[in-house]
């Protein structure tokens, strides 16, 4: 079953910067996971659509066919869920100018909540709530430019759960 996301184009953060919270999603019909490493955001050019934004996936999630953009010039690919087939959001190939312009998190993997389960990501040593670093481009190794925070990952052996954050 095919589902026209409403708007496709690149993601801001949502949450205030001190706040930015690490969270997994999940396919909402089957329950694979998608990404642990998402965050709340919005669109650019629709500020009142919410979504979730991520810069690495797991191989739950497909590109299933380009899709025509109706708000932005992003060359975008719609999205599914290995497991059941259903749409879960779409990826972004080529940002457009506006978008590229705008103030982004430079996340290119968006995912629509109606489409996806959240929980939140603690990390594997203190078992506490994970916030992505304070500014960005957020990066896997090394955390934020200027912070002496690093992220850390741990590839799993591939049974369902992808990686472990460790924040120090």
């Not at 992003?74 to 457009?96: D, F, K, L, S, W």
């Amino acid at each position: 079953m095919r589902r026209q996301i409403a708007t496709e184009t690149a993601a801001v953060v949502k949450e205030t910067p001190e706040k930015q919270r690490v969270c997994s999603l999940s396919c909402c019909y089957c329950g694979n996971m998608l990404t642990r490493f998402a965050m709340l955001a919005t669109s650019i050019s629709d500020p009142s659509q919410d979504m979730f934004s991520t810069y690495r996936i797991t191989p739950s999630v497909v590109p299933v066919y380009r899709a025509k953009n109706r708000e932005c010039r992003c060359v975008t690919m719609e999205t599914a869920c290995r497991g059941c087939g259903n749409q879960v959001g779409y990826h972004i190939e080529q940002p457009c100018r506006q978008c590229t312009v705008e103030e982004n998190n430079g996340h290119m993997w968006i995912f629509c909540q109606e489409y996806v389960t959240k929980r939140d990501t603690l990390s594997a040593q203190t078992k506490e709530q994970l916030y992505w670093p304070v500014s960005g481009p957020y990066m896997l190794h090394g955390g934020a430019p200027g912070t002496s925070e690093e992220v850390f990952e741990r590839e799993d052996s591939g049974e369902g759960n992808y990686v472990d954050l460790i924040l120090r």
